[in-house]
């Protein structure tokens, strides 16, 4: 787990704060992915990031806002959360593109996790 | 659309039984087919893959899996399962391609492997 940091391991907001969720991959990957894991609930993908440029939106509500500012970070701005809103924030990071002799099989390697629970 | 089936939510095994994790998946074109295994509170973690070549493919803590084309499986397996197993199991599928662009990476609900001492 090394390979794909997240900070805060907890966070406990309310539902006016503004925080701010933190991922590095030290793998030189060119993909990055937040996902939200509730419990009883599939993995929901929120958000990828390929190349610095977002491919992914599911329909994610505007109270969560991505930022990646470059290939290694990928930060999850959050704010006016709902109760609902509690789940285990988890990021991943993965090699999407590889050279043509060499192709890229796309395995994603997870961070821990940032429990989020909105009070 | 592309999409990723574990039939079982939950999956109980007597230690040092075989264990079977099921998965079927549906996508255009050939898979790449993912296992990972998630500990409580923790994130996921890969076990293993396929993307071409032999059928069965060997993993990291002594899982396998058979890739099944004319059925489109790819059950997870161990030959004697321990305590430790205990866990929650996702398969993932996408499109094979060598041709760049993005590819899109389903993944299943999850099965929970239950290990009885």
């Known amino acids: 787990e090394t390979g794909v940091t997240q900070t805060p391991r907890h966070l406990v907001m309310g539902m006016t704060n503004k925080k701010s969720l933190k991922c590095e991959q030290h793998?030189?990957?060119?993909?990055m992915y937040w996902y939200k894991q509730s419990a009883k609930k599939p993995l929901e993908l929120m958000f990828v990031?390929?190349?610095?440029?977002?491919?992914e939106n599911n329909s994610v509500p505007s109270r969560f806002s991505p930022e990646c500012p470059n290939s290694s970070h990928l930060f999850l701005h959050l704010h006016t959360l709902q109760p609902e809103d509690s789940a285990l924030y988890l990021c991943?990071?993965?090699?999407?593109?590889?050279?043509?002799?060499?192709?890229?099989?796309?395995?994603?390697?997870f961070g821990p996790g940032t429990r989020l629970t909105v009070l | 659309a592309q999409s990723v089936a574990q039939p079982e939510d939950q999956v109980n095994v007597a230690e040092g039984n075989p264990l079977t994790v099921k998965c079927t998946y549906s996508?255009?074109?050939?898979?790449?087919l993912f296992w990972y295994v998630q500990y409580p509170n923790r994130g996921l973690q890969f076990l293993l893959k396929y993307i071409t070549g032999d059928n069965l493919v060997k993993g990291s803590y002594g899982f396998e899996a058979e890739f099944n084309k004319s059925q489109t499986s790819f059950h997870l397996k161990k030959p004697s399962a321990l305590v430790s197993d205990s866990a929650l199991y996702f398969c993932?599928?996408?499109?094979?391609?060598?041709?760049?662009?993005?590819?899109?990476?389903?993944f299943g609900t999850g099965t929970k492997l239950q290990v009885i001492p």
């Open positions: 993932a599928v996408r499109a094979g391609s060598n041709s760049g662009g993005y590819q899109k990476v389903t």
């Open positions: 996508v255009s074109g050939n898979p790449y």
């Open positions: 991943a990071s993965s090699q999407k593109f590889g050279l043509a002799e060499n192709p890229s099989t796309d395995t994603q390697y």
């Open positions: 793998l030189g990957h060119n993909a």
């Open positions: 990031y390929s190349l610095e440029e977002r491919v």
